[in-house]
């Protein structure tokens, strides 16, 4: 399994773009990379999910250069409500999951 | 969909007791994940089934903890006997394949005094 690294802590405040980096170096070529979101006392929330390339939803845009060793997460305006912690992961169709210590995220007023 | 539902929220027992989570899976998945939440160890995988069927259980720390499925619509993780150590959030997760995004339970918090 891939393993991830991310930052430990981000600091923001309101209103900015924020850009979480998730180095995956031994990424494999059938893997998938996934975003989750965590606010105390509840389970993880998918954010986004990506192959490569570059994917947009509602909420966040998820960049993968083209050696996949890296991906980008990146919160657009952020608002004291995206304070939490956020995961990284990589895996395939095999199913085992493995979470990192993620990043914890704290934006200010 | 009333997504993935847990019980008990919290549980409180003494040391030696049996222990037992319960979780109903999202209708139509076929996946289902048992993790453990920490400060010190953070989210660990414990198992996970495939149409109920255990696939890997390499991250249930003792022969205390056991799991089953006896159907698509029923998991328990059961930790007999408990201990002190055993403290944390338990969190179900399932999803619709082995690709698909988790979706979880909003978690058991397990107390063992």
């Known amino acids: 399994l891939a393993k991830t690294t991310q930052p430990i802590s981000m600091d923001s405040y309101e209103g900015q773009e924020v850009n979480i980096t998730c180095s995956h170096n031994n990424i494999a070529t059938n893997d998938y990379i996934t975003w989750y979101q965590q606010f105390p006392s509840q389970g993880p929330r998918f954010i986004i999910q990506?192959?490569?390339t570059k994917v947009t939803n509602e909420v966040a845009s998820l960049f993968i250069p083209a050696d996949r060793k890296s991906s980008t997460l990146s919160l657009p305006r952020v608002s004291l409500s995206d304070t939490a912690v956020y995961y990284c992961l990589v895996g395939n169709q095999g199913g085992k999951l493995i979470f990192g210590q993620g990043t914890e995220l704290s934006v200010k007023p | 969909d009333a997504g993935v539902i847990q019980s008990p929220r919290h549980e409180v027992t003494e040391m030696g007791q049996e222990v037992t989570l319960r979780c109903k899976p999202i209708s139509g998945h076929d996946y289902l994940f048992w993790y453990r939440q920490t400060m010190m160890r953070g989210l660990e995988l414990l198992i996970y089934f495939n149409n109920n069927v255990p696939i890997d259980d390499s991250g249930m720390p003792e022969d205390r903890f056991s799991a089953k499925m006896p159907n698509a619509s029923f998991s328990t993780l059961k930790i007999q006997p408990s201990e002190p150590r055993d403290s944390a959030v338990y969190f179900c997760a399932s999803s619709k394949t082995g690709g698909s995004p988790l979706h979880f339970g909003n978690g058991t918090r397990l107390t063992v005094t």
């Open positions: 990506g192959y490569k």
